[in-house]
């Protein structure tokens, strides 16, 4: 008779083959040389991937894409960073009422979030563009940033910062010297977050993009509507892939600059 621990060790594997069964399968299916993009596999192909290279379409969706991720997690670290610096460093009239409103749109539907903003701007007479896009997608993964960077605070002793004062650093030179550094691994988990979630949205992207401006996922979402084509295989397995290979390539980084940084200091002691 099984435990209970193994009763749970099998529902978890269950758990993840549901969950991640079908992006092998779309995986797989990208390098099927079948012309419908299904099974059976009638054998190794990435012909579709070629396809997708030649397509003008999905590259000016891509890079909307990135340019639109860059962007928006350029904007949203830096604004989320200084907002946690304040809401954990300082005290002021209205604190809790702003920390609750910089991380409602967390707690409120995307679908809501969007509407609610699109609406807003129409009565103020503003057009649909990629700066509405833009502002919509800062909106909303501004929280993820202010949440990820808080918690890093909150464990940075505040007496560090004050002993580098007490040396004749200026509260400037303090937070770019010990501060930063210091909740630099959360600054850049927070900006990984916002661009992947920016890179991946189309929910609030249907309703705040303008027309003739597609990304990725709203790209995917117009090729459905006329025919399941391989080329979708192709180009969810580099989403997929890119997704995926984005943060272990910034772990790697910060583990390498790390390492150099520990050397470098054993050298000059």
Do not use: C
């Amino acid at each position: 008779m099984m435990s209970g621990w193994s009763l749970i060790r099998i529902a978890t594997i269950l758990v993840y083959l549901f969950l991640f069964a079908p992006v092998a399968v779309v995986i797989l299916l990208a390098f099927n040389a079948n012309q419908f993009g299904s099974f059976p596999i009638e054998g190794f192909s990435t012909r579709w991937f070629e396809a997708l290279w030649n397509n003008d379409a999905i590259i000016r969706a891509f890079k909307t894409s990135l340019l639109l991720g860059a962007l928006t997690s350029a904007i949203s670290t830096t604004f989320g960073t200084l907002a946690a610096l304040a809401m954990v460093r300082y005290d002021f009239p209205g604190k809790r009422s702003i920390s609750t409103l910089l991380v409602a749109p967390i707690l409120i539907p995307e679908v809501v979030l969007a509407v609610a903003l699109l609406l807003f701007l129409q009565f103020l007479s503003m057009p649909k563009s990629f700066g509405l896009l833009l502002m919509g997608h800062v909106v909303f993964t501004l929280p993820f940033v202010v949440l990820v960077v808080q918690a890093r605070l909150v464990s940075i002793r505040r007496d560090v910062e004050e002993a580098a004062m007490s040396l004749g650093a200026t509260p400037i030179q303090t937070f770019f010297e010990i501060t930063l550094p210091l909740m630099m691994p959360a600054v850049m988990a927070g900006m990984l977050f916002s661009f992947t979630i920016s890179f991946d949205d189309i929910t609030g992207t249907l309703f705040w993009k303008p027309g003739g401006v597609e990304t990725v996922p709203t790209q995917i979402f117009a090729m459905l509507r006329n025919s399941i084509s391989p080329e979708i295989n192709a180009l969810g397995a580099v989403m997929v892939i890119f997704t995926i290979a984005l943060p272990l390539i910034a772990t790697a980084i910060a583990r390498i600059a790390s390492a150099r940084k520990i050397r470098a200091q054993k050298a000059a002691a």
